[in-house]
């Protein structure tokens, strides 16, 4: 068992804190985005309440999926974008060479991206509480299972984006802000499953966040918790996450055989 | 792992194919514990490549390479903490300081005493007045010598350079060569060193490695490949093997 080095994980941190704090542009980044996708649901939701249709009785539908899309796009986001900050720097060798283990950095990884959606989703769940009275937070236990396996799920993807990154260069750079979009229309983030024709369904029933978007419509439309749902979403979330780790260590090792760690351009 | 082994790096017809180049075909060395060797060669001879599966950064096709006694890349983290590497293509994080950069590579490495590390060096390498300035803001000149800090923050066993004056003016290169050779003298390190400036070849190293085409040309000191090739200078040496003359001149 290679050991796991506190030390080696908290100076990675650091690394990404110290990059994140020196600039406010970057700072605003995280939370322009997410914030204008909210105010638009938000309103285009307090509109089609107005009609009297089914949304109208399901209040917090539409901005609650948009929150809990942004933990998943803003995390695997977080993950991978903190990477690509050592290729743009050209500091990828340096890291590569020196004791840091590939857990440990994976880990610093994780660390980063959970502070990075923090400081992204924190102050929208606060301005969707005052323009539109969706308390994100009331959904209590059931937001931290959700939030769990959401994050688990954007990691999972970040590490096989990471490691296409690794093996491709930044020729793959484009995949760090496209790759999550593919789930979108999967994962039934704004509709129900039944409204998916039927083969897709089961495509759709084998993706984690499929679950948890359920899940909150459940909770929210009808204020039944699905332990049932959450549960098999973390079972799915684990394979994933085992699937990508081992295709990501193979990249990496693909990347070693091919010499790309030394030149990480495209 | 070889608890005491007899070299500090051995490469054993060590071959690096890229899409079916031979990037490195087939060479051996064996560097003494505590030696300064030169790699030299022509842009595309393999001395990249070479110190790349020497830094496990780059898997042999076929061969082996061992540093300290830990075979590259395998045994990599038995060893990775004893060595380090600066080279003017790759750089550190522009938008660090350069005491951040420092402090975090120091911790990455598992430095002791972080603080007193990164003012010694300082010191020693006269950063001192831009510690606190973003990396990207120095010169050229200044980015080589804090390169050269993150090298030696760990005071590594086994340290490996490319090019480590390229950039500087000749007063500052002039001391950073004499900071390597203290370096060397009080820590009994292992260097290796791909340069093309022949006079820092001439003063710092005991032994020279010409590559070409990712084959070793030749290997000797200094001074027996001056006697040999009846040159004056390890640029003349240097032009005779780039240039295909080495046999006529050697003969």
């Given at each position: ?266 | ?198 006079n820092e070849v001439e003063r710092l190293c005991e032994r020279v490695i010409i590559m070409k085409k990712g084959r070793i040309e030749d290997d000797d000191t200094p001074q027996r490949l001056l006697a040999r090739y009846g040159r004056e200078t390890l640029e ?16």
């Open positions: 068992m290679m050991p796991i080095s506190p030390h080696r994980v908290a100076a990675m941190v650091r690394r990404y804190w110290y990059l994140l704090r020196s600039s406010w542009p970057r700072l605003l980044d995280l939370i322009y985005w997410p914030m204008l996708q909210m105010l638009m649901w938000g309103f285009l939701q307090s509109y089609v309440a107005q009609t009297g249709g089914m949304l109208a009785r399901a209040g917090g539908v539409l901005i609650g999926a948009v929150l809990l899309w942004d933990v998943l796009f803003r995390g695997q986001l977080g993950f991978s974008f903190t990477f690509i900050e050592e290729m743009y720097a050209r500091n990828l060798a340096n890291i590569m060479m020196s004791p840091l283990r590939p857990i440990e950095l994976v880990i610093a990884l994780m660390t980063v991206s959970i502070i990075r959606l923090a400081i992204s989703i924190i102050p929208v769940t606060l301005v969707a509480m005052w323009f539109f009275g969706f308390n994100l937070w009331s959904l209590g236990i059931a937001l931290a299972v959700f939030f769990a396996n959401l994050i688990l799920t954007s990691w999972s993807i970040g590490l096989f984006v990471n490691g296409l990154l690794l093996r491709n260069g930044l020729g793959a750079e484009g995949l760090v802000w496209t790759f999550m979009f593919l789930l979108l229309p999967l994962t039934c983030v704004y509709y129900p499953v039944s409204v998916l024709p039927h083969w897709l369904q089961y495509v759709a029933w084998a993706l984690p966040p499929t679950y948890v978007f359920e899940g909150m419509r459940a909770l929210i439309s009808d204020h039944v918790f699905r332990a049932d749902l959450m549960l098999q979403a973390f079972v799915f979330n684990v394979a994933l996450f085992a699937a990508a780790s081992l295709l990501f260590v193979w990249l990496l090792e693909s990347a070693r055989a091919h010499g790309k760690l030394l030149q990480s351009t495209e | 792992m070889d608890a005491s082994p007899a070299s500090a790096i051995k490469a054993e017809n060590l071959v690096k194919l890229y899409k079916g180049t031979r990037a490195v075909d087939g060479i051996s060395f064996n560097l003494a514990l505590g030696s300064i060797t030169a790699l030299l060669g022509g842009n595309g001879a393999g001395k990249t490549t070479t110190i790349a599966m020497i830094l496990g950064l780059v898997t042999p096709t076929a061969g082996r390479v061992s540093v300290l006694g830990a075979e590259m890349p395998r045994q990599r983290y038995q060893v990775l903490a004893r060595m380090n590497f600066e080279s003017p293509y790759v750089d550190l994080p522009t938008r660090l300081t350069v005491r951040q950069n420092l402090s975090v590579f120091a911790e990455l490495y598992g430095v002791a005493d972080v603080a007193a590390r990164i003012a010694e060096l300082a010191t020693a390498l006269d950063l001192t007045d831009f510690l606190d300035k973003w990396t990207g803001r120095l010169s050229s000149g200044q980015k080589t010598r804090v390169s050269l800090a993150k090298a030696l923050l760990n005071r590594p066993d086994v340290l490996l350079l490319d090019e480590p004056t390229a950039s500087l003016d000749p007063d500052t290169a002039d001391w950073v060569r004499g900071h390597l050779e203290n370096y060397r003298r009080s820590t009994g390190a292992t260097i290796l060193l791909a340069s093309h400036n022949m003349e040496v240097f032009l005779d093997v780039a240039r295909g003359r080495q046999r006529e001149a050697a003969q």
